[in-house]
């Protein structure tokens, strides 16, 4: 398996893999990874469907990509994927997957989608009871945050493993804009991963400046389970490949003989029945490793969701596989401390204009439009939950009646009382829980027990290990995608290690997947390499102007050397890049400056 960058290679069909005929694939876990990696394997790797098999849990497709109307409990959606142009495995992966919506691809409908409906927020921080917190787009990163994220940026991968956040950045960074505007967009905690936060630093350079107004991101129409899960389902179906619903698998067995390591059995429990399937050298059995949604649990209106701290099937099993060989990764550094990874979310469908009329004044557009409404999420700074609210395109399910909006609410600190309702998140009803995001959205305290008890229907979701991949690690507690030695078998998902990219992504899920399939099958076409803006002079000059808040960059020394310098580099390339950027003065202001200082002198 290599990588690959341009159009060269990637729009041609590569060569059928020699001995694909003798192969067959199993999956264990139906989520993004394994239906994309499934897709490969048919499409790129000519294996034919029919020799694929899916074992899933569950009894439906998806995994994290959900969405789901309960019967009375109301709409669900345990969260929602941010995604954005340079996402190339994802959309290599939607390209051939026909829409159900329009005469094209998943990728032709989303494309046309955000292009004639462009996303970006117009109120992306609220306090003070659904005040705009008038950030004014800026960062506010003082000189020693500034250096401080210099010095990460720089720093070797080695020098980051197993540090937290707070370890390399300080107070200045930590109270900035900055830091609220990325905590919440991408759900960062000052005890996560420092190695991952650089990670991050790295793969969204060109997306900096979209930070404050949310306009680097893309959504899909309806909820990802609709818009997304549910057309490559259907075409997997239609090449013929199994999915075996309600089937646990329990272990894996392997013969690890010096250094070749084979896949031997799948053990699995099928609707309370155990059984497995005995595997040979061409028999891949390709493993989706941990879970973020594992042991997720829905409260409703009128009941809190409560914490499972019990046992976790996807996290035991990782558990057992580790156990046979040191290169099988550590699970318990992810899910070995629930405190740290837990979050809550909630869904609210609100009902009738009343509610949706506190959100139209905040995001400044009609919910009701069928188009972009907030942009993505909305922070309340001062709330104790930290509380952040988003409402997509409407209707977010197709099965909404036309008075109904879904809103989609999450808060980073579940064990703070809230500030209207005195209770920690995590002991919170659906309807406590809309109480609370009605104050911050500015409703009228005496209004808001009567619109949260007959306006809204929420359900509250409590997941255990929502950001266990952003644990603080070192090399070797993730497997890598394919081990050294490995003969059949592949591990897939956030938990598996491919250098190239950043995890809590589509990208990350269908990247593995894509790894996973070529390596396995041998298949001669480059895996798309991550876009590079990391090493493109002009992202990082952009970026650097705009974590400066557009201030020019300072020279040491004297000033009137200072310009003279900047005279100079004026008439290069050089100092083309950086005056486009706005990181140097124009030349005119330099020249009047320097005269100036000469004047003084």
Known sequence: MYYSSGNYEAFARPLKPQGVENKSAWFVGAGLTSMASAVFMIRDGQLPGNKITILERLDLPGGALDGIRKPDKGFVIRGGREMEDHMECLWDLFRTIPSLEVDGSVLDEFYWLNKADPNYSLCRVTENQGQDAKTNNEFGLGDTAQKEMVKVFLASREEMEDKRIDEVFGAEFLQSNFWLYWRTMFAFEEWHSALEMKLYLHRFVHHIGGLPDLSALKFTKYNQYESLVLPMYRWLLDQGVTFDFSTEVTDIDFVIDGDRKQASRIHWISDGV??????????????????????????????????????????????????????????????????????????????????????????????????????????????????????????????????????????????????????????????????????????????????????????????????????????????????????????????????????????????????????????????????????????????TSRLRDGEEVELPGPKFIGNRIISKLDHTQIGKLLTDFGLVPEVGDTVRRDRADDAIS
């Open 274 to 543: 155990a059984g497995g399937v005995d595997l040979g050298p061409d028999d891949l059995v390709l493993t989706t490793i941990g879970s973020l949604t594992e042991n997720s649990v829905d409260g409703d209106h009128f009941h809190p969701a409560s914490l499972d701290e019990g046992p976790a099937p996807a996290w035991d099993l990782w558990r057992r596989i580790a156990a046979k060989d040191p290169s099988f990764g550590r699970p318990d550094v992810f899910a070995g401390d629930i405190p740290k990874t837990k979050w809550e979310s909630a869904t609210v469908t609100t009902i009738g204009p009343e509610i949706p009329r506190y959100i139209e004044k905040i995001a400044q557009r009609d919910p009701f439009a069928g188009k972009v409404v907030t942009g993505d999420i909305v922070t309340a700074k001062d709330s104790s939950w930290l509380l952040s609210w988003t409402v997509n395109r409407q209707p977010h399910f197709k099965q909404q009646s036309p008075d109904e909006i879904v809103v989609w609410v999450y808060g980073l600190f579940v064990d703070t009382p809230g500030d209207f309702v005195k209770k920690p998140m995590q002991e919170c009803t659906g309807e406590e829980i809309t109480q609370e995001w009605l104050y911050h959205m500015g409703v009228p305290v005496e209004d808001i027990p009567d619109l949260a008890a007959t306006k809204a229907k929420t359900v509250p979701v409590m997941m255990p290990y929502v950001t266990s991949f952003f644990m603080p690690r070192k090399a070797g507690d993730r497997p890598d995608v394919v081990p050294e030695g490995a003969v059949n078998f592949a591990f897939i998902g956030q938990f598996a290690e491919t250098t190239r990219d950043t995890i809590f992504t589509t990208e990350y899920s269908v990247r593995t997947g894509m790894e996973a399939a070529y390596r396995l099958l041998g298949v001669d076409r480059g895996v798309p390499e991550v876009f590079n803006s990391t090493y493109d002079l002009r992202f990082l000059l952009k970026a």
